[in-house]
């Protein structure tokens, strides 16, 4: 009967195992379009219908922008290339139900080597066919 209890709870970890690999990929390659610039990349995991949000943390507190996928991609894509940039994903906290996943980032953010900001990023995703999509992401900032 131990042995049964056993192999029942090794496949239920190894399915929810491989759920957040299959998440994690999504923002991976996400990440991996920012910092190569490559709009292309970054948009092969958005959603049609994307929110993008951040919060800038101030003195008063903080203050909501809305970014559109397209503004996102152009700013990316507008980085002269002489300029370095580098998101650090610090962690990753992935929960997920069914075709809904919630993945939670702090990070830092480096401009030429130099820490420019940092904060969490909050993603959601939906898994659309065979793929995890970015359905709405909010991130924080804070000055250092």
């Given at each position: 009967?131990?042995?049964?209890?056993?192999?029942?709870?090794?496949?239920?970890?190894?399915?929810?195992?491989?759920?957040?690999?299959?998440?994690?990929?999504?923002?991976?390659?996400?990440?991996?379009?920012?910092?190569?610039?490559?709009?292309?990349?970054?948009?092969?995991?958005?959603?049609?219908?994307?929110?993008?949000?951040?919060?800038?943390?101030?003195?008063?507190?903080?203050?909501?922008?809305?970014?559109?996928?397209?503004?996102?991609?152009?700013?990316?894509?507008?980085?002269?290339?002489?300029?370095t940039f580098q998101e650090?994903?610090?962690?990753?906290?992935?929960?997920?139900?069914?075709?809904?996943?919630?993945?939670?980032?702090?990070?830092?953010?480096?401009?030429?080597?130099?820490?420019?900001?940092s904060g969490v990023n909050?993603?959601?995703?939906?898994?659309?066919?065979?793929?995890?999509?970015?359905?709405?992401?909010?991130?924080?900032?804070?000055?250092?």
């Amino acid at each position: 009967m131990k042995k049964l209890i056993l192999i029942v709870v090794c496949f239920v970890f190894a399915g929810m195992n491989a759920q957040d690999t299959e998440v994690r990929k999504a923002i991976d390659i996400f990440f991996e379009g920012f910092h190569e610039r490559d709009t292309v990349k970054m948009q092969s995991v958005f959603a049609k219908e994307i929110v993008l949000h951040s919060i800038a943390e101030g003195k008063y507190g903080g203050t909501l922008s809305v970014e559109s996928a397209v503004g996102l991609t152009q700013s990316i894509a507008s980085i002269p290339k002489n300029v370095t940039f580098q998101e650090k994903l610090l962690a990753y906290k992935i929960l997920v139900d069914g075709s809904l996943a919630h993945v939670w980032t702090p990070y830092e953010f480096y401009i030429n080597g130099k820490l420019s900001h940092s904060g969490v990023n909050s993603f959601v995703l939906f898994k659309a066919k065979d793929s995890w999509r970015i359905t709405y992401c909010i991130d924080t900032r804070q000055q250092p």
